[in-house]
């Protein structure tokens, strides 16, 4: 995402807590300028943006004694990448509002693929005023930008789609599993279905994946399963069985030492109790 802001000519700072990654060091090859603190990464900018994995790891890299806030000028507008739900990303709002500054929740769904590509989809909640103003931004690295409403109001679409991401997988592995019990080529299998009302991101992205047990991540196990809890912490009485079917086959998988493989790995769910 970093390296499609520089192919678009805005100059980027990047600071990783990981500095090590390869990711890291492409982004720095591609002309970002990763820098060794947070602080002096943020303290001339306007517009920040942060993606990281769960609400602790937000709330230290924006909050933290040598977080944004610490160093960011008034009225700079944070643009968060991150799945927290919406719970979190409002109670960060209003503790950002009390320190002057601005915020936006923008997660995003498309993988890795769509990280490289430019082609990511991204849920913003916030002010009209603020999510034009990262509009520009947000168009070089995303193809379908959508203002949801209010802050959380992006978390609450991303969730939603959390839902459909985990039950296309179900899908996905149920099909490969059918597919190879009547002794068919699986890329004929998703090749035809894939253009017909079954098709999908999931069968068109990661079906290759699924019949040729490449456990490779784009979005690990570990990640759609926070994402889930999320989903379940945001319910009130709703039951979706939905949910309980996929959460316990990832959860299978992440038993089997599986967590920080891709979710297409949900196949060995199957495949591994046969």
């Known amino acids: 995402m970093a390296q499609n802001l520089v192919k678009a000519g805005y100059p980027v700072k990047a600071w990783n807590r990981t500095p090590d990654r390869l990711l890291v060091q492409q982004a720095r090859q591609a002309g970002v300028e990763v820098l060794a603190s947070l602080a002096e990464t943020v303290q001339d900018a306007s517009m920040v943006f942060t993606c990281v994995s769960d609400v602790a790891d937000i709330q230290s890299v924006i909050f933290g004694t040598d977080g944004i806030t610490a160093q960011a000028r008034p009225n700079t507008l944070i643009v968060d990448f991150s799945t927290i739900g919406p719970q979190a990303a409002q109670e960060i709002n209003l503790k950002l509002q009390s320190q002057g500054l601005r915020f936006l929740d923008a997660p995003i769904s498309g993988g890795d693929i769509g990280a490289r590509n430019g082609t990511l989809t991204i849920m913003v909640g916030g002010d009209e005023a603020d ?11 995303g193809k379908k930008i959508v203002h949801c409403g209010d802050r959380g109001s992006g978390q609450a679409v991303k969730l939603c789609n959390q839902i459909l991401c985990s039950l296309h997988m179900v899908a996905l592995c149920e099909a490969m599993q059918l597919a190879e019990n009547f002794d068919l080529d699986p890329q004929l299998m998703i090749e035809v279905c894939n253009s017909g009302a079954g098709g999908s991101w999931a069968l068109a992205n990661l079906g290759t994946k699924v019949a040729t047990s490449d456990f490779a991540p784009g979005f690990m196990i570990k990640h759609i399963l926070k994402d889930l809890r999320l989903v379940r912490e945001s319910l009130t009485e709703e039951d ?9 086959l990832f959860k299978e998988v992440q038993t089997r030492g599986g967590e920080e493989q891709g979710t297409q790995a949900m196949i060995r769910a199957y495949r591994e109790n046969v």
């Open 240 to 248: 979706l069985p939905g949910l309980e079917l996929a959460e316990k």
């Open 131 to 141: 999510f034009e103003e990262a509009l520009p931004i947000l168009q070089t690295i």
